[in-house]
């Protein structure tokens, strides 16, 4: 099943409407580490990383494990674990995925530079909550808590970010 997102942050599933966090540069069709910007075209969700200290285990189509207080995602592109889930600490550039701020407590990895890994493409390109406020993210789609539960449940197994 599919989500479609536009770039107004409107996302469909059949018929149904979401709204969704993107990127705070927009929908880039060339996308390169730190620019903010949500890649566009179809993207696979491959695995849920879940906080079972948060979250139960959530209804998803796609492969879900959980996270521990050391995992972590590689975001250097010099480095050989670029784009890749990592243990902390690390010496390269990375980012937590156990964050006290709730927004990775369910993490949809998307299948973006990944198949495969293209140094300075992008990295840690995910599916995950937004603020309340639907702030705009790094580059991730973001919906809130309750939508992305229900999307996961519906079966959605891939993204299609339109510019």
């Known amino acids: 099943m599919r989500l479609s997102v536009q770039a ?3 996302a469909f599933l059949g018929d149904r409407v979401f709204r969704a966090a993107l990127g ?3 929908i ?20 849920l990383l879940y906080r079972a200290d948060r979250v139960k285990l959530p209804r998803a189509s796609v492969p879900r494990e959980p996270i521990a207080p050391d995992d972590g995602w590689c975001d250097d592109p010099a480095h050989a674990d670029y784009n890749r ?27 973006w530079n990944d ?40 079966g959605v197994t891939e993204l299609l970010v339109e510019p």
């Open 8 to 10: 107004d942050g409107t």
């Open 24 to 26: 705070r540069g927009g």
């Open 28 to 47: 880039r069709a060339i996308k390169e580490e730190g620019d903010g910007g949500t890649p566009a075209g179809l993207l696979k969700l491959r695995r």
């Open 85 to 111: 889930m990592i243990r902390l600490p690390h010496p390269a550039r990375h980012e937590a995925l156990w964050r006290a701020d709730g927004l990775y407590d369910l993490v949809g990895v998307l299948g």
């Open 115 to 154: 198949a495969p890994v293209l140094r300075g493409r992008g990295s840690a390109i995910f599916l995950h909550i937004a603020t309340p406020d639907l702030r705009p993210t790094e580059g991730c789609v973001a919906l809130s808590r309750a939508d992305l539960l229900d999307i996961l449940a519906a």
